[in-house]
T-cell receptor
């Protein structure tokens, strides 16, 4: 079975721009979650989607949003980028409330 | 807010030793816990999980222990190998609506010397 895939792997954006990251879960997995990883804050939960509905949400500002499509693929969007948004963005998928498998991440650099 | 913490940021062991990585969690309502391993440049890799109705679970060379009384998790790695060198994270699921929202600890860097 193919693992979780994320595109793009690397991205450089300028402050004020917006960005969209994509995640394809493992086949058969309906839950997709997004996490932000930084050296200072570690791994932080952004949100979880299940059957196209946001089921859980972390403590991030409204500039961070996401969606899930009928094929379980998910995208997350960050608007009005700030320097502090530079991070590794990780997507994870699971069948439901069970073991999550992570993708390799998208490295976002904001200049 | 509530968070999962780890006792030691680094752990150095010799090849062949047994390693124990500890973690304290704070949400007594959490019912599902996972250990992950993360190597440089990669996403976290699932190692083993445990639900709150268990106190011990074994995998291949790994054992997770859960002590709900003191809200403590540990990961034991038997016969540690150089390939086990990585950052290890514990995570607790605080998701609502039967969902998944993992709160991660800050990680323990395991270094294995041969």
């Amino acid at each position: 079975k193919a693992g979780v895939t994320q595109t793009p792997r690397y991205l450089i954006k300028t402050r004020g721009q917006q960005v969209t990251l994509s995640c394809s879960p493992i086949s058969g997995h309906r839950s997709v979650s997004w996490y932000q990883q930084t050296p200072g804050q570690g791994l932080q939960f952004l949100f979880e989607y299940f059957s196209e509905t946001q089921r859980n949400k972390g403590n991030f500002p409204g500039r961070f949003s996401g969606r899930q499509f009928s094929n379980s693929r998910s995208e997350m969007n960050v608007s009005t980028l700030e320097l502090g948004d530079s991070a590794l963005y990780l997507c994870a998928s699971s069948v439901d409330r069970d073991e999550q498998y992570f993708g390799p991440g998208t490295r976002l650099t904001v200049t | 807010g509530e968070s999962v913490g780890l006792h030691l940021p680094t752990l150095s062991v010799q090849e062949g030793d047994n390693s124990i990585i500890n973690c304290a969690y704070s949400n007594s309502a959490s019912d599902y816990f996972i250990w992950y391993k993360q190597e440089s440049g990669k996403g976290p890799q699932f190692i083993i999980d445990i639900r709150s109705n268990m106190d011990k679970r074994q995998g291949q060379r790994v054992t997770v222990l859960l002590n709900k009384t003191v809200k403590h998790l540990s990961l034991q790695i038997a016969a540690t190998q150089p390939g086990d060198s990585a950052v290890y994270f514990c995570a607790e699921n605080i998701g609502i609506q039967a969902g998944t929202a993992l709160i991660f600890g800050k990680g323990t860097t395991l270094s294995v010397s041969s």
